[in-house]
T-cell receptor, first 111, second 113 residues
Framework: DAKTTQPNSMESNEEEPVHLPCNHS???????IHWYRQLPSQGPEYVIH???SNVNNRMASLAIAEDRKSSTLILHRATLRDAAVYYC????????????FGKGTLLTVNP | ETGVTQSPTHLIKTRGQQVTLRCSSQ?????VSWYQQALGQGPQFIFQ???????GRGNFPPRFSGLQFPNYSSELNVNALELDDSALYLC????????????FGPGTRLTVL
């Protein structure tokens, strides 16, 4: 199974950019890279996903390395509400369907 | 638009019992996935249902089973409960294209004594 590696925790200051890294050296050609986050006492929330090209949406940006073995989630201006566990997930489709969450990165945002 | 709902919120069972958890999908979504999240861990994929059929399964034993109904709501059944089954059970709904975002419910907290 393709797995991801993330730092256990990161810290940021409010209104500063945050770069959350993820390594996925065994990614396959058809795996999409998804990011979800989970606030305390809530279910996970979709953030962004991509395949090869960098992606932007209203919540964040996703930068994918050219060899696709790593990616970075970018929060352009962190707020206190962005404090959560961020999961980098490889989405595998086909006949052997699986979705694998890593352990995630706990992001702390300081006021 | 109604989001994903799950019932019950909390549940306490004893070892060996059986439990049924329920999930109502977000309106228009035809795919439901179930996850188990142990304390301090990331969610682990149990299985996914599409058009009332299982469409992929994680590393969970057969005593974990599911159903999807014509209205796309779903049930997760666990037989012969074990202490290690204590966890938060999450349901997520989405459209058939897997690469679309999944919408998670708040989860059911199951405690097995």
């Amino acid at each position: 199974d393709a797995k991801t590696t993330q730092p256990n925790s990161m810290e940021s200051n409010e209104e500063e950019p945050v770069h959350l890294p993820c390594n996925h050296s065994t990614i396959s050609g058809t795996d999409y890279i998804h990011w979800y986050r989970q606030l305390p006492s809530q279910g996970p929330e979709y953030v962004i996903h991509g395949l090869t090209s960098n992606v932007n949406n209203r919540m964040a940006s996703l930068a994918i390395a050219e060899d696709r073995k790593s990616s970075t989630l970018i929060l352009h201006r962190a707020t206190l509400r962005d404090a959560a566990v961020y999961y980098c997930i490889l989405a595998s489709g086909g006949s052997n369907y699986k979705l694998t969450f890593g352990k995630g990165t706990l992001l702390t945002v300081n006021p | 638009e109604t989001g994903v709902t799950q019932s019950p919120t909390h549940l306490i069972k004893t070892r060996g019992q059986q439990v049924t958890l329920r999930c109502s999908s977000q309106s228009g979504h035809n795919t439901v996935s179930w996850y188990q999240q142990a304390l301090g861990q990331g969610p682990q994929f149990i299985f996914q249902y599409y058009r009332e059929e299982e469409n992929g399964r994680g590393n969970f034993p057969p005593r974990f089973s599911g159903l999807q109904f014509p209205n796309y709501s779903s049930e997760l059944n666990v037989n012969a409960l074990e202490l290690d089954d204590s966890a938060l059970y999450l349901c997520a709904s989405s459209l058939r294209d897997f690469y679309n975002e999944q919408f998670f419910g708040p989860g059911t907290r199951l405690t097995v004594l």
